[in-house]
């Protein structure tokens, strides 16, 4: 292989190197660069030439203008990017992958968070019910305990009302009939 194009015609010995570099861009260009030149090469091979009486006349001629026809894409090609910044493009994957990666990422965290969000307004809506029942709770065990309060009340006013004076000795009598006066009093006031 390539033998035909080795001055020395010796074997080439570096084959299975070759098969993973020429893959490369550095050797893809330059292989396009060599098929360009070899191409132009063979267009610009010595043809006959009309003979012009006049010098002036033969700056037109076929000889000039295969040397003006190189393309421009040969000439203003860029150089293909060295070792070390191929190596830190395929870790970075690329300016606009990683501004693409980034995007899709931050458009999962706002939907991660309005997510977030809401469910930690439903948790607080959740706590203000609750909050509101267990305060509706407290105000009926209030009224309950008020009410219960009030038949003990009724009841132990209703013994004192209802008492028999008759076995009772003066002090007691005279403290029994206080308290009926007072039981009285508040009734009447309310």
Known sequence: MYTRLDKDKKQFTLLPCWNILKEE??????????AEMDKQAATNKKQKSTKVSRP????GT???????DVPQETQARKRADGIKKAKENLRRGGGEACLAALDTMWAKKEVSDKEKEKAKHERFMASIELDKEALELEKKRATTEEKRAEAELI?????????????????????LETMQ????ARRVAK
Request: proline share 2%; charged share 45%.
């Open 25 to 34: 861009d550095k050797w893809k260009a330059k292989r396009i660069e060599i």
């Open 56 to 59: 002036r006349d033969e700056e």
């Open 62 to 68: 076929s000889n000039q203008q295969g040397k003006d």
């Open 155 to 175: 009841k132990q006013e209703k013994e004192i009302m209802f008492a028999d004076t008759t076995s009772l000795n003066p002090l007691q009598r005279e403290w």
């Open 181 to 184: 006066k007072e039981i009285v």
